[in-house]
């Protein structure tokens, strides 16, 4: 093997290096005094309280443009907990098609499969990087979806491919696309989030936002298995209303939700969900521009039109880094991943545990694209670095 000499630091370090795919980075400008008006000490169901989680519904909805006629309520146990209490509360009145691409989609069709046990579904899967073939969907069935992969970089582009006339349910999980993505609410029934994503907010909390269709399907069916306490969104063959105006399910962090307001009234006061999606889009167009000149990395969304502009993920396309075998190519995926992390430059920017070995950078509206501009020079160092440890380019 040639000898190869170690690449010399770039100049600029990000001013946040501060990457991860969540919890995520903090608006720009952020300080613990934000906090100040955190309602410390006092039970999440005393007026003033309640006052606040009712006001992060509202600004929500606001923000997003939902339809007057959804409700949206504060739910436990961050997204996860959001897609579950839909998937165990509506599904099984009809046949389900999951879409699996990455891994958050595929713990759904487990969901579906192993633990629901419903007969009648069908996974149509793809690799990571890719999309299921949208025109196989069957929208007589509920549809059970990712809006965004989290841990692949593949969006799902648009809604025009949603029936108009379906009589399913289309259950989208949008924890990495909400606040980033313009979500076409006429095509879709459940949207879920969390708190910890585009607008930097703290894990925990996740937010349900049902359509007047899902409605009628919580209060018409009653599933076959017992549902916890947790998962409940009906009394009696009714709407809990309260559940919707915030009288949540089990206690909440008031200071999260002091946090969640924050990160609201910031996204407001730069212009909205028009502003919000621009930053994000402005960081994945610095990244794609840096690919495009560049013969060490690659998008693993291989087909621009899908491309995530929250979860940006990238295999290293490096000849050298091609011709490991698959442990090969994750420990070294891991050295670049660590160097980065021991020069303060980027933290967290692993590819996921269960995707193909290479980087993700997150690219959600808190994140400042020169802090990204700041930082794609350094995954160049980093990867040379790797190979001239290796004797190898």
């Not at 436990?76 to 099984?92: C, I, Q, Y």
């Not at 949540?248 to 200071?255: A, D, G, K, Q, R």
């Not at 090969?328 to 967290?348: C, N, S």
Request: glycine share 8%; charged share 20%; aromatic share 8%.
């Amino acid at each position: 093997m040639m000898d190869i000499s170690v690449p010399a630091k770039p100049a600029v370090r990000p001013a946040n290096p501060n990457f991860s795919s969540g919890p995520c980075a903090k608006r720009p400008g952020y300080a613990l005094e934000a906090l100040s008006g955190a309602l410390l000490g006092r039970s999440h169901r005393a007026k003033e309280p309640k006052a606040k989680l009712a006001e992060i519904i509202t600004r929500s909805r606001a923000i997003l443009g939902l339809p007057a006629d959804w409700r949206l309520g504060i739910v436990p146990a961050s997204d996860t907990g959001a897609v579950e209490m839909a998937l165990w509360s509506m599904l099984g009145a009809r046949p389900v098609d999951v879409l699996a691409f990455e891994s958050f989609s595929e713990a759904w069709a487990t969901d579906v499969i192993k633990q629901l046990k419903l007969a009648d579904a069908r996974v149509l899967a793809a690799p990571y990087g890719q999309l299921p073939d949208l025109a196989a969907v069957d929208f007589s069935h509920d549809v059970v979806l990712a809006w965004n992969g989290t841990t692949s970089g593949a969006r799902i582009p648009n809604g025009d491919w949603i029936a108009d006339d379906r009589t399913g349910l289309v259950i989208a999980d949008a924890t990495s696309a909400a606040f980033a993505m313009d979500l076409p609410f006429a095509k879709l029934d459940v949207v879920t989030w969390s708190w910890q994503k585009v607008l930097g907010g703290e894990a925990a909390h996740g937010m349900l936002a049902l359509s007047p269709r899902a409605v009628e399907r919580l209060t018409t069916y009653k599933p076959a298995w017992p549902l916890p306490k947790i998962f409940r969104m009906t009394s009696g063959g009714k709407l809990t209303e309260g559940l919707f105006i915030g009288e949540t399910i089990n206690t909440p962090s008031m200071l999260a939700a002091e946090d969640a307001l924050d990160g609201l009234r910031w996204a407001e006061g730069i212009g909205g969900l028009p502003a919000l999606i621009a930053r994000s889009e402005a960081n994945l167009a610095a990244v794609a521009s840096w690919v495009a000149a560049n013969d060490r990395v690659a998008f693993l969304a291989t087909d621009p039109a899908i491309r995530s502009c929250t979860s940006i993920c990238l295999t290293i396309a490096a000849p050298w880094f091609a011709a490991r075998d698959a442990e090969g190519k994750a420990k070294a995926a891991k050295r670049i991943a660590a160097l980065l992390e021991a020069e303060g430059v980027a933290y967290d920017i692993a590819a996921y545990r269960d995707a193909p070995p290479g980087l993700r950078i997150w690219g959600g509206a808190t994140v400042e694209t020169a802090n990204i501009e700041a930082l794609l020079p350094w995954i160049d160092w980093a990867i040379d670095r790797v190979a001239a440890e290796a004797g190898a380019r």
